[in-house]
């Protein structure tokens, strides 16, 4: 299969509100000149988060990587690295600006774990040809002493932030610093933000879905870990839709940090939901087509908001059986929703907030339950209780079945 950049629909809600932000200037930034060989000590004593997992979500091919090579060499001036200091560890970092170029420095000197780039020659060189096919080793040779020297004594510029005061900040200075033509996922930095069994859990399930694969037409796992986010997303409105507060970036933080927490006694009940949403993933690339499952008509995009709402239903064993019992009949409900205005405003760049989510949930839901002629709960707005400081406005549901 081939690996098709496909197009998504990005959601509009990182926006923060004055209490939020007054705290940003607790935050430290510390520059300093690090030399390759200072970074890649680092990497290799586990000081950087750069584990198997982010190992395996790798995006530049060795072209790219011998390009950034050879800049170093050539002593070409490079982006620099931005790195946050982990909470209570002193001295280790998470990567929030320069993942590839660390993977880059760590592959080419033979130091990754898991990777088949590990001490990978050079390739396509513009200046120094007379380099290409070179692996670090080779740069050992008494007549390369130069080379070698320039790479390992190459300073890189290297921003550290300290005493950072919130996810919320480290999510700021991510998209900020991601805004260029590879855009990516924020999924990347919560995997770092909240580790834990959980979070190692859906990597490694999101790399063997092969039904995750198909639908975003990839051989491998999706180096801007989109396929994890889809999935937390599922596992998020799966386990707590009723917590939904209208922010799409803290739901999936609080489904993380949440299910870390209580993975020794939800495991078997996460694994199963796991099954369910690749089981339902299955089920609808066989009904829609892999390229047509949550787009918009004549569209290309894939949309995530409206995967949620099919995935969200299929991943019910009874739903499911209606479905592929009757496949025509669940097509002709996908035509009507998709030229539901409400449904189709809901469904646009601005997709967060209970009310779109809602929207979405409740306009798809109740069209398949008329197309399959069956019966099950579609969720519903809950009004928060005058007086009552515990309850709030959002999305109540109880169950599928009446």
Not at 23 to 33: G, I, N, P
Not at 102 to 107: A, D, E, I, K, V
Not at 186 to 209: C, H, K, T, Y
Not at 297 to 322: H, K, P
Request: with cysteine; proline share 3%.
């Amino acid at each position: 299969m081939a690996e098709n950049d496909i197009e998504f629909i990005e959601e509009s809600d990182t926006e923060l509100d004055v209490a939020q932000t007054h705290q940003f200037s607790e935050a430290v930034l510390h520059s300093a000149d690090w030399t390759v060989e200072t970074i890649v000590a680092q990497l290799i004593r586990g000081n950087i988060e750069m584990n198997p997992r982010f190992q395996r979500r790798d995006a530049w091919n060795i072209r790219r990587k011998s390009a950034f090579i050879e800049s170093l060499i050539l002593g070409l001036p490079v982006p620099q690295i931005v790195l946050a200091e982990k909470r209570g560890q002193r001295g280790k970092y998470i990567v929030l600006d320069g993942k590839q170029r660390l993977l880059s420095l760590l592959q080419y000197t033979g130091n990754a774990e898991t990777s088949d780039n590990n001490a990978f020659k050079l390739v396509g060189l513009e200046a120094r040809t007379d380099l290409a096919r070179k692996t670090f080793k080779a740069l050992n040779d008494p007549a390369l002493e130069n080379d070698l020297n320039a790479f390992m004594n190459y300073t890189v510029r290297t921003v550290v932030i300290r005493n950072w005061p919130s996810f919320d900040f480290l999510h700021l200075v991510f998209l900020r610093l991601n805004t260029g033509s590879v855009k990516l996922s924020p999924q990347e930095l919560r995997q770092a933000m909240f580790p834990g069994e959980f979070s190692n859990r859906v990597d490694d399930a999101a790399a063997e879905s092969t039904a995750l694969r198909e639908l975003l037409s990839r051989d491998s796992p999706d180096p801007r870990m989109r396929d994890v986010e889809l999935l937390v997303r599922f596992l998020g409105f799966h386990f707590f839709l009723s917590r939904y507060t209208g922010r799409m970036k803290d739901f999936l933080d609080y489904t993380c940090e949440e299910l870390n927490n209580a993975w020794p006694n939800r495991q078997l009940e996460i694994e199963a939901a796991i099954v369910k949403f690749n089981v339902a993933t299955e089920q609808l690339i066989q009904i829609f087509g892999a390229e047509k499952v949550a787009r918009k008509t004549n569209s290309r995009s894939f949309n995530r908001a409206i995967f949620d709402a099919l995935v969200f239903y299929a991943a019910d064993e009874r739903i499911l059986e209606a479905i592929q019992a009757n496949p025509e009949a669940t097509k002709a409900a996908m035509t009507t929703v998709l030229q539901d205005s409400a449904f189709l405003e809901a469904s646009e760049s601005s997709t967060a907030g209970v009310p779109n989510t809602l929207t979405r949930l409740r306009v798809w839901g109740i069209n398949l339950r008329q197309s399959l002629n069956i019966n099950f709960v579609v969720p519903e707005l809950r009004q928060a209780i005058p007086g009552d400081e515990q309850s709030r406005t959002g999305i109540a549901f109880g169950g599928f079945w009446t």
